[in-house]
């Protein structure tokens, strides 16, 4: 094998995957009661955007070729059941307007679905009196966030929460609003992962109480039980499936990869960031270097594409 490996024109040719730019989808902060962007101290580099300098920064990234952007929000206000989310001035909504309408169709505009950076206990979803989170009831205004993200102008909407039935719940509620064309993008296989701890920071939630969110996201001692989701969000109308974190899920997204061919989205995720940074920081790993393989890594696992904060600065590498 070592004679295809002599020269890099060589390694090129033979090459069996290429990270590309159109792979990329950068996740995007937005906050309400900022007057400047805010630096999250545990994603350097990553910051929390004002509305308008959300615009500049999404202009950018149009003009770096990247095609796709996924936006989170920070509300000024949160309530027991997340009213936010569905506002129609609500963070999200406004950015999704201003967005579509500087770039229009010319770039994908995404919104994580989801009311855990709404509520003010920090879950994913409404809890009962017990402070249990009710799937059920949660649905419907999963329904809600959606039609009011459609209608601001988004291109996918991303349902987060990991609520049973949580799919069916937001394609009969785009549907009925005749939202038909708008497709979803499920986080069907989201481990309840470790890595998540900076995004915390980003997005000013803290669980109250200290809990977790090991009651709906899936253990991480589990493999199968993600094909299950997976398939369980197909058949409720999902047109797209993510695994959720990445490197540690290498082995999810080929099994994916596998069994379904609709197109199969990976995140790589805040602590995944995080760690790279820090360590290219001390000097122990060339980040560069390190950013292309991992995200080379996941595309070669089976992602079609990559939800990456290292997107701005890999764009110009590829
Ligand atoms: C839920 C959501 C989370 C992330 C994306 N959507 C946090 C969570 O489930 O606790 C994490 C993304 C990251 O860590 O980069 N709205």
């Not at 490996?5 to 995007?28: N, Y």
């Not at 997005?203 to 899936?218: A, S």
Request: charged share 25%; with cysteine; proline share 4%.
């Amino acid at each position: 094998m070592r004679r295809l490996r002599r020269t890099a024109a060589l390694r090129g040719l033979v090459a069996e995957v290429e990270l590309s730019v159109s792979d990329l989808v950068a996740p995007l902060f937005v906050r309400e009661d900022i007057i400047e962007p805010a630096p999250i101290e545990s994603m350097p580099g990553v910051v929390q955007h004002t509305q308008d300098s959300l615009r500049v920064e999404v202009e950018r990234l149009a003009g770096l070729g990247i095609p796709a952007v996924i936006l989170f929000g920070i509300p000024a206000r949160k309530d027991p059941e997340g009213t936010e989310a569905w506002d129609p001035d609500g963070v999200v909504q406004v950015a999704l307007r201003n967005l579509a309408s500087d770039v229009g169709d010319d770039m994908v505009l995404m919104a994580d679905l989801c009311l855990d950076e709404y509520t003010s206990h920090g879950h994913c979803g409404l809890l009962d009196d017990r402070g249990r989170v009710d799937n059920d009831l949660t649905l419907d205004l999963y329904g809600n966030v959606a039609i009011a993200q459609a209608e601001a102008g988004a291109d996918v909407v991303a349902p987060s929460g990991m609520m049973d039935g949580q799919v069916l719940a937001i394609r009969d509620a785009l549907d009925e609003a005749e939202f038909d064309d708008i497709p979803i993008l499920a986080y069907s296989a989201k481990y309840a992962s470790s890595f998540y701890g900076p995004f915390r920071d980003a997005v000013d939630v803290t669980i109250e109480g200290g809990g977790d969110r090991k009651g709906y996201q899936q253990d991480w001692r589990n493999g199968r039980e993600a094909l299950e989701e997976i398939r369980l969000d197909l058949s409720e109308g999902a047109d797209m499936v993510m695994v959720k974190p990445a490197m540690a899920y290498l082995d999810i997204i080929a099994r994916a990869r596998a069994e379904v061919d609709v197109p199969i989205a990976a995140y790589h995720v805040s602590g995944e960031y995080a760690m790279l940074k820090a360590a290219a920081a001390n000097g122990w790993i060339d980040g560069e270097a390190a950013a292309l393989e991992q995200l080379t890594a996941i595309k070669r696992a089976g992602a079609d594409f990559i939800l990456t904060y290292l997107s701005a600065e890999v764009a110009p590498l590829l």
